[in-house]
Every structure is written in structure tokens, then in C-alpha cells.
């Protein structure tokens, strides 16, 4: 008596753990909770350092016959948080944009020359998002690396996403970052087909620092030849300035000429010396400003 009820105890048994695991394979993989699309992260979560630095920012006096300004040079050393809101104050809209947003890549770290990122960024004003479509279309053509990790301490971007999502809300971004290794011919490559697939509406923006780890009379001596390439649009002549990222900034100048937005306007040249009131520092960064039109 007691075998027979342990058997049916144990035919019960097991017809009831293998209807729960037919039950469990049965339910498809939409019931299981889905896992939020991965982000990175802007260098302040808090509005009141943005908010501190737009208040602080002279307003651009822009040129009354420039109306489609395609692309723009700012800082991203956070002395002079100011500056980059200056400058992204005078491109601010609501309508939809994708910013092509490149940046030194500082570590040079990356399984690539030049990187990106697909995801989006969390910023103190919500939001802003890759354009994943761009995205793609750049990663499948083989023209740059996807790589998620670097963008993690990459301050050339999370320094700056915060002031985009503030003055561009509606904005969506390719972030780029360069390795100081790239060539010049892998450069204006990329420049090319970069310049091919741009969306219509579309904004380039370069985070760049100039000369760096010099006296202020000497940084300004190195910025006048800067200059003098930013007004020219000489990419030929990037190879030999104090700036961080000088593929960075061929390659934008490139992208430039490409579109016909040949016309530079300076809106800030300044120093962290100036900045700081401490002029007799031996080590600053230098700050170069400004935006590009059609003539």
C-alpha cells in the first residue's frame, strides 16, 4: 500500500514539473522584461553648472546675412564652460538636427582609427540620442570603428553633450572621436564619404582645445597660426598647429570646403590664463570660437 502511494506521489511528481517546464517554454520571449537601450553619460548631472555657464555667456552678434551656419568650432575644457555655451547658443533651434560631433580621442584607446558610439547620452535635460541611422550607414560602409568603451571617459564628448541637448533639443547625434595616428589620406577619406551621406539638415561641430601646456605669450603666438588656418580652411596646414586633435580638425576643415562653408567667424579666442586671472601660469589651454557660412 504505501509503494503504490508513493508511486502515484511520484508519477504526480513529475507530471507536474514537466508541465511547468512546458509552460515555461511555451511563453514566448516577449513576456520576459526588456532591457533599456545602454547609455553614456554627460560630465555634470546637475543643471546648475549649464545654467551658471548660459548666464555667463555673451550673446554672439551674429552676421545679419548668415542664415545656415554648417558647422561649428568650441571648447571643451570646463574652465571656461561659457565659451561652449556661446558658441552652442548661436546654432540654438527646436527643429530636428543631427549633429556630427568630433572629438580628439584622448586616450587613444579603441579597437579603431576613428570611433563612434550608438549609444545615447543622458544629459541633465534628458536625453539626446544617436542618430542610430547615420550610425550604421557609416559602421557598415566601413568607414569607422563602433566601439562603446572609449566614449566612456572621452571628455571631448561628455563635456560637451549637455550644452547640445540644452540649446538643440530636438538635436540627434553621430559622435566621432580621432586617433592623433590617423593619416592624411585616411582622414580626407573619411572627410569625403562623410560629406557624401550628410543629412539635409545637419550641423558639424568640432570639440577642439588649442595650444596647450605653453606660457600665455607663447599659446597666443601658436593660436595667430590657427587662426590663420580656421580663416583659410588650410587642412593642408593642421599638421602643424598646438592643437589637440589635428586629424580632428582636417578632417572638419575638409568637410567644410566640401559643403561651401568657407566664411569663419570668430566669436571667442581667449586662454585658461585669462580665465583663471592667473597670468603668469607656464601651462594653459587655449579656447578658438567660432562658426562657418556660405560667403
Known amino acids: 500500500m504505501r509503494l503504490f502511494s508513493f508511486s502515484i506521489f511520484f508519477a504526480v511528481l513529475v507530471a507536474g514539473v514537466v508541465f511547468f517546464v512546458t509552460r515555461i517554454q511555451y511563453f514566448p520571449p516577449t513576456a520576459i ?36 551656419i554648417e558647422g561649428i568650432v568650441f571648447n571643451h575644457h570646463l574652465l571656461a564652460p561659457h565659451f561652449i555655451a556661446q558658441a552652442l547658443s548661436t546654432v540654438a533651434t527646436t527643429s530636428p538636427i543631427t549633429i556630427v560631433l568630433i572629438s580628439p580621442n584622448h586616450f587613444n584607446v579603441g579597437r579603431g582609427q576613428i570611433l563612434t558610439s550608438r549609444y545615447s547620452w543622458s544629459t541633465p535635460y534628458g536625453i539626446l540620442e ?54 592624411d589620406k585616411k582622414t580626407d577619406e573619411f572627410a569625403a ?15 577642439l582645445d588649442f595650444s596647450h601646456y605653453q606660457t600665455l605669450d607663447v599659446a597666443n603666438q601658436h593660436d595667430e597660426v590657427s587662426l590663420s588656418v580656421l580663416k583659410t580652411l ?34 571667442q579666442h581667449s586662454n585658461s590664463a585669462i580665465v583663471s586671472g ?3 601660469v607656464s601651462s594653459t589651454t587655449s579656447y578658438i570660437n567660432g562658426y562657418f557660412s556660405a560667403p
Open 130 to 183: 544617436s542618430d542610430i541611422k547615420l550610425i550604421d550607414q557609416l559602421v557598415g560602409g566601413g568607414f569607422l570603428t563602433l566601439d562603446e568603451q572609449p566614449f566612456e571617459k572621452e571628455h571631448g564628448i561628455a563635456n560637451v553633450v549637455a550644452f547640445i541637448k540644452r540649446s538643440l533639443p530636438q538635436a540627434k547625434v553621430v559622435p566621432i572621436i580621432v586617433k592623433d595616428a590617423l593619416s
Open 193 to 207: 564619404s562623410l560629406g557624401s551621406i550628410m543629412p539635409k539638415n545637419f550641423l558639424a561641430a568640432a570639440s
Open 278 to 280: 592667473l597670468l603668469s
Open 234 to 267: 588650410d587642412w593642408r596646414g593642421t599638421s602643424g598647429l598646438d592643437i589637440d586633435s589635428r586629424p580632428g580638425l582636417r578632417m572638419f576643415l575638409k568637410l567644410m570646403t566640401q559643403v561651401g562653408a568657407t566664411r569663419f567667424h570668430l566669436l
Open 33 to 68: 522584461t526588456q532591457v533599456q537601450t545602454p547609455l553614456h553619460y554627460s560630465a555634470y548631472s546637475q543643471k546648475d553648472f549649464f545654467e551658471k555657464a548660459f548666464a555667463a555667456a555673451t550673446p554672439a552678434l551674429l552676421d545679419a546675412a548668415t542664415q545656415r
